[in-house]
Structure formats: C-alpha cells, structure tokens
C-alpha cells in the first residue's frame, strides 16, 4: 500500500510540473493521508476492531 | 497482438478487444448487467470478448484505459475549487470513490480481471478521436469530438492521416456543449446521460422561442463555434443540481419534475436549446473545414449521437461525407484506446480503407447459436416453428405486414446505443398505430418518441432527403416530399392530436416535423435483415419497416436469449425471432413461470458460503488478538471496565472463530455498525479538509490569481478554443496517468 501512494505521489508530482499547477501538490499530499485513514477506517480488517471501542 | 480497451466509472462502461488492429469483439457491460447505462468495471464485458477470441487474459498484451484519472482529478479539484465552500454534500460523495478506485485503475484491473502486465492510457477525448477515425472508410479526415467533458477537454478538433492523429485545439471545462444540452435535458424534466435523446424527440413539438434568450444570457457563441457557458445560471461546477433558480427565472418557471407531464413550454425549451446546439455545431464543422480544408469528417463524443445536429452538417455541405462512430458515447471510449495503442503507440501501419469502414457494421457482441436457442426454447416447453432458410425473410415480413409487432433477435449484438437489425423491434411503417402500439404497450414509454426507419439503401433516397448511406441510423433526414401527405395548421393541437396525424405514406417512422432518423441497409453488412426488407418490399411495395431498439423503457437492449424471450412474454410483442426459430404470442401458453423459473436459479443460495465462514474466523481471531491484548492490559491496571468490557469482546471473539456458523449474524450487525460509524467519520473527516483546506486554498487563489476556473462571458477575446501543448501524447505518455 505504501509503494501505491508514493507511486502515485510521484506521479502527481510529474503532473504538476508538466500542468504548472504546482500549487495543488499540499492538497493532494493531504487528500492522500486522508484516504489512508477513510480506507483504515472502513477496512474490515481494522476498522470494526476500533468502533466497538467507542 | 491482442489489447483490450476499457471504458468505465463515468457512464457506459464497455471493453474492446481487437487482434492486430482488427476489432475481435466490443460490449457494453449495461448488456449483461441488466443496468441501464452500467457505469461500473465491465467484468462481464471483458469475460464476454476474452471468450469470443478464445483467449485468457494472460494472453492479452496491452489493456488500455480511455482515460486520464490524474486529469480529471485535477479538474475536480479547481472545479470544487472554484465554488467552495458551496458543494459539500456533493465533495463527501465523489472524493471517496476517487481516492479509492479512479485513481488506481491498475489495481481495479488486476484485482477484477487478473491483469498483471503493463496499463496503458489514453486522453479521452484521443480514445473518442480515435474510435472515429481508425474504423472510419477515410484514409484522410477532420475529426471532432465534442461530449460533456473528458479531462479538461470538452471538445476537439484535429484532423486524422493514414496512422496519424492530430490535434489542434480543444474547448475546456466547464465550457462544455455537451454539458449545455444535459442540462437542459435536466431542466426539461429527464435524467441527465439517457435522457437527452428524449429531449431531442420532443424538440420537433415546440417552437424555439428561447433561442435568443439562450444565446443572450446562458451562452456566448463565438463564429468559430467555441463557447462559453455563463456559469451564473448553473449549478453543476459543484456537483449539484444542473441548473439553479437564476436559470428558472429564464424559462418561466421551475424545472419539470421527473414523469410529471409535459408541456408546450418544455417543448418551446427543447425546440430552444435543440436550435442552439445545431447552430453551435454548424459553426464548429465549418470553422474546422476552413482550418482543415479537408473534405471528410469523423464524429464522436456524446454529442455526435445527436442525429438531428449531424443531418444538418451533412445537408449543409460543409464536408463532403461525414462518419460517425456508432458508440460515439464513452462505450466507444474502449475501442478508441485500443485502435489507438495498436495506431500510435506500436507504429502500426493502417492501410487505406478506400471507402469501406472496418466497425463491420457495428455488430460486434454476442451470438448465439440456433441450437442454442433450440435448447433454451425445449428446456423452457415453448412452442416455437423452425425458419426454413429459403422462407425465412419472407415469412417474417409477412408477419410484418400482417401489422404484427415482431422481436427480431440475430446475429452478434449491437456495439452503441442503436438497435440495427441484430436486436430490434420491428412493425409495419405504413400504419399509424405501429407507433403507438410499440410506444404504449411495448416499450412502455413516452407517447411522442419517434420510430426509426430502416430503408433499403438503395431506395433511401425515395422516402428520404439523404444522397448517403446511414448505416448506423446517426443521421436525421427529411421524409422525401413526394411521399409526404397533405397537412392541417396544427397550432394549439395537443401531442396526442399531432400524434393522431398522418403526415406521409410511411406514418408510423414520420416524426411531426417530418424528420426520420434513417438506417440504410445493404445486403452485405446485414444480408439476413436485408432480406427481411427487401420480401417487405416485395409484398406491399414499400421499402421501408419500422425499427427500433429491442427493451422495454428503462432497461438496456436485450442481449441474451433469455433476455429477448423474457420481453416477448412480458411485453404485447406478437411474434418472436430468435435466429432461425419463430415463436407467436397466441400459440405461447404459459410462459411466465419458465422465467420466474430462470431467475429464481439465478438467486444467490440461502446457505453462508464457505468464504463468508472463513471471513468470520478471520474475524474473530483479531477480535481474540486486540481485544485480549486491551483485557490484559485492564488485567494489569486493576481498571473494572476495560476488564469486563474487553473481556466481553475477547470472548466474542473466541466464538466467531469456535462457531463461525452461529455467530454469522453477529458478525453481519456488527459489521453493518461499523460500517455506519465509519460513514459518518468519514464525512466528519472529509468536511473538515474541504471547509480547512480546499476552502482556504479557494481564497487564497481567489485573491493572488482569480478564480480558477472560468465562469463569466469574455467579449474581448475571439475565441475560446485553446491550443494544444502537444499535437497528440507522446509515446511516453501512454505508460502515465495524466
């Protein structure tokens, strides 16, 4: 899962440079954190462990 | 070589698969679904052409998706952008899916077909470029492609030469032709992606009394045939509603309400907006003509499905022939990025077509054979009559001109959204009421939508204003005036009443304006429904009958026998072909319960799969794991609550994975709980990035550099087409998502 994100990191980081929208880099690194914990979060394997703890 | 071309997650999902740049099969996966417009991955679709070619996947060398998802991410983002902090509720719903599966279309190929190998893309309006031009009979021809939006561009233009395509300028988002009509499609009362050919049946009704309005206000048209839409009257750049009550106040009043009924105003409105769109694609053909100077066009894009706009450009002259993809819809996405791989990224020759397409008619999806259908017809007890070959034609046109309302199933299925003789509903032109019958009680639709003809080709032009051939019925024409009948002042007359109105010798394909969206058949592309016309013709000297597509309203072209038999009993159909097997309504006894019997073994069994089980163990030895490990630490701290609570936990964990089989609704509650928990986290979460993120950054771009997209008319500058960076992506580019 890491090598995926920072994969695709990378290649957004390419496509910024070739579409001069380098502007957009922090919301797409923030966008990624976020959808590593959406897809924590609605794992099976994790994520029912940690709703019967609240 | 074979490469398979995906289209999905946008709207028609399909898969192509060609064998050394000759098309082996392409699908729609709504074929197999059964879901109108399916959008998800065409598992089925794929698993149908690997079939057709007798090969696996690893025999694939290239899959190829039509798209660009880190483009079309990026313009999501400036388009939330643009309208934050408005579009919330709609942000909460797209970004999950986006940051899960759009994004990794590599891992959602692996994981749903097992490809492993290397996963090329195309820009999607390329795959639509090139779904027109490679198939196409020109070795020379402009190409444009105009749709809602692909990436960033919502049309192109650019011309293809032998293996070559070139791109010279396209339209960006949120200026969009296609997005223009849909919303107006919205506006008048229909859904948005399968609705827009209603909109354009009912356009000949009314009156276009608010074209100006529409020219004036919503959209500034430039000579070149570029627009831009004036984003104060839409609603759709934050994904919610097409249009909004600034755009309401312009049309008298709020939209029709879906299934509500219609009126003279929303007539008016789609006679408005059908006006606008052919105006707007006159001026596009001919500006690319002059930039082009080349004398044939290709078509495609969802836009190039509007047969009336496309008549008008080929009666215009502006080219001298014209081609349209018949899957000009995203469908044809998947043959686009396939053609286009073998063209432009293996440097494959294409040889001049002198005049012949290679799209084999379009028929390019599932067959079966006539024992096959034998066996289905005995396993089901119904009774049917064996076609002998020499009779065949003649006695379904007997049939026909009997005024029976014929299922005609044969052949490989249709690739696009018309029916063609492979999976068609056809009757008796002559009749008036066949338009009716077929609408009411067959199709179970909107009275006013029209019926297509199909004519011999060679006797077209009889009955129709076309000099061409239209084999995939993409061209609107008028009836010929010699076959025209006289007609009353129809002012003030309802529908129902213009309806009621014989208007020419073929009334049941006559729409009110006189217009037909014509098929030509030849007797090589089709011979078998070629003959079926041609006996017609024989028995009542009329070359034309009545097609249109096999379903009923809201579902898609049937696709299997099952299918095609299952809409005969269903529907008041009177005879049924099915290849060389007829079956007649009245001689059917009770069919029902076979069908019933059909889906029911279809149903999922009651009984928990073994996966299922196994899952729960899972399950229940993490369960074990976490929640002994958070016990034992209670244990430890001598705290009452984590000891019992967890203890609790821990224990239920030992039973999911002792009894797996009893604890399964316990683990289904719990999971169904998470589930809900985890939604609203994650709105939570979601919320909390675009009103603390995306907002801001909104701002900050708002004051340091404007808006980031467009949203206002520019009267100063001449032209919104823009220039490419690049003629076409580069080689290189094929292995990247953007």
């Given at each position: 899962m890491f090598k995926k994100y920072k994969m695709i990191i990378l290649e957004f980081w390419e496509f910024f440079k070739y579409s001069k929208r380098y502007w957009l880099m922090p919301i797409v690194v923030i966008?990624?954190?976020?959808?590593?914990?959406?897809?924590?979060?609605?794992?099976?394997?994790?994520a029912p462990y940690i709703y019967a703890m609240f | 070589m074979y490469i398979l071309g995906i289209s999905c997650y946008f709207h028609d999902s399909a898969a192509c698969l060609i064998k050394d740049g000759n098309v082996i099969a392409a699908v729609?996966?709504?074929?197999?679904?059964?879901?109108?417009?399916?959008?998800?991955?065409p598992v089925n679709a794929v698993e149908y052409s690997l079939k057709e070619a007798g090969i696996t996947i690893n025999d694939v060398d290239y899959v190829v998706y039509y798209d660009k998802p880190l483009q079309t991410f990026e313009r999501i983002l400036l388009s939330y952008m643009t309208v934050a902090p408005i579009g919330l509720s709609s942000w909460v719903k797209v970004l999950p899916l986006w940051l899960k599966y759009k994004l990794f279309i590599q891992d959602e190929i692996n994981k749903e077909i097992n490809y492993e190998g290397e996963?090329?893309?195309?820009?999607?309006?390329?795959?639509?470029?090139?779904?027109?031009?490679?198939?196409?009979?020109?070795?020379?021809?402009?190409?444009?492609?105009?749709?809602?939006?692909?990436?960033?561009?919502?049309?192109s233009y650019g011309y293809g030469k032998g293996s070559e395509l070139t791109f010279l300028k396209e339209l960006h988002y949120p200026d969009s032709v296609g997005l223009l009509y849909?919303?107006?499609?919205?506006?008048?009362?229909?859904?948005?992606?399968?609705?827009?050919?209603?909109?354009?049946?009912?356009?000949?009704?009314?009156?276009?009394?608010?074209k100006e309005i529409i020219l004036k206000e919503i959209i500034d048209l430039k000579e070149d045939g570029s627009i831009r839409l004036n984003q104060a009257y839409f609603d759709f750049l934050g994904g919610g509603h097409m249009t909004n009550n600034k755009f309401a106040e312009l049309f008298e009043g709020p939209k029709r309400q879906l299934d509500s009924k219609i009126t003279q105003r929303e007539m008016d409105i789609a006679a408005s907006i059908q006006a606008v769109v052919e105006e707007i694609v006159l001026k596009m053909a001919k500006h690319v003509a002059q930039e082009t100077k080349l004398k044939n066009l290709c078509i495609a894009g969802g836009v190039a499905l509007n047969c009336v706009a496309n008549g008008k450009i080929l009666s215009s002259g502006i080219?001298?022939?014209?081609?349209?993809?018949?899957?000009?819809?995203?469908?044809?996405?998947?043959?686009?990025?396939?053609?286009?791989?073998?063209?432009?990224?293996?440097?494959?020759?294409r040889t001049n077509p002198n005049g012949n397409d290679t799209q084999k008619g379009s028929y390019l999806g599932p067959s079966f054979s006539n024992d096959e259908v034998k066996e289905f017809l005995n396993?089901?007890?119904?009774?049917?009559?064996?076609?002998?070959?020499?009779?065949?034609?003649?006695?379904?046109?007997?049939?026909?001109a009997n005024n029976k309302m014929v299922g005609y199933f044969s052949g490989r299925s249709e690739f696009g959204p018309r029916a063609l003789g492979a999976r068609s509903i056809i009757g008796d032109p002559r009749k008036l009421e066949t338009q009716q019958t077929i609408n009411n009680k067959i199709k179970l639709r909107e009275s006013f939508r029209p019926l297509a003809p199909t004519v011999l080709e060679e006797k077209a032009s009889e009955y129709f204003d076309i000099e061409k051939p239209s084999p995939y019925m993409l061209l609107v024409a008028d009836t010929a005036k010699g076959k025209r009948l006289t007609q009353k002042d129809e002012d003030g007359i309802s529908i129902q009443g213009r309806l009621n109105q014989n208007r020419s010798d073929v009334p049941a394909v006559t729409h009110v304006d006189y217009s037909a969206r014509v098929q030509t058949i030849n007797s090589n592309t089709n011979p078998g429904y070629y003959g079926i016309v041609k006996e017609f013709e024989k028995l009542t000297g009329c070359a034309v009958i009545v097609n249109t597509s096999f379903n009923i309203r809201g579902m898609p072209i049937v696709n299997t026998i099952e299918d095609a038999y299952d809409c005969f009993v269903r529907s008041e159909l009177d005879v049924l072909v099915l290849e060389d097997c007829i079956l007649y309504k009245e001689e059917q006894l009770s069919v029902t319960p076979k069908i019933d019997d059909i889906i029911g073994s279809k149903a999922k069994p009651k009984t928990i799969a073994k996966d299922n089980l196994k899952d729960v163990r899972k399950f229940g030895i993490g369960a074990f794991i976490i929640f002994g490990?958070?016990?034992?630490?209670g244990v430890y701290t001598g705290k009452a609550f984590p000891i019992y609570f967890f203890g609790f936990l821990t224990s239920l964990g030992v039973g999911f994975v002792l009894l797996p089989q009893k604890m399964f609704v316990v683990y289904k509650v719990w999971m169904k709980f998470a589930k809900f928990i985890g939604k609203n986290i994650n709105f939570l979460i979601l919320s909390f990035v675009y009103y603390f993120v995306v907002t801001p950054l909104a701002l900050a771009k708002l004051v340091f550099g404007g808006r980031p997209l467009p949203t206002k008319p520019d009267k100063e500058i001449a032209s919104y087409w823009k220039l490419r960076a690049e003629s076409a992506q580069s080689k290189e580019r094929f292995f990247k998502r953007f």
């Open positions: 966008l990624f954190l976020v959808s590593v914990v959406l897809i924590t979060t609605e794992s099976s394997v994790i | 729609q996966e709504e074929r197999f679904s059964r879901v109108k417009n399916d959008s998800t991955f996963v090329l893309f195309t820009e999607h309006h390329e795959s639509h470029a090139a779904s027109a031009f490679y198939p196409s009979p020109f070795d020379e021809a402009a190409i444009i492609t105009i749709d809602g939006v692909g990436e960033w561009a919502t049309a849909s919303a107006f499609t919205y506006f008048t009362g229909f859904k948005v992606n399968s609705g827009e050919y209603k909109m354009m049946g009912l356009a000949p009704y009314g009156k276009p009394r608010f080219f001298e022939n014209i081609w349209i993809q018949p899957a000009a819809g995203d469908a044809g996405g998947a043959l686009g990025a396939a053609l286009s791989v073998w063209y432009r990224f293996l440097g494959n020759t396993s089901n007890s119904s009774k049917y009559h064996e076609l002998p070959k020499a009779d065949r034609s003649r006695i379904i046109a007997e049939q026909i490990l958070l016990f034992s630490l």
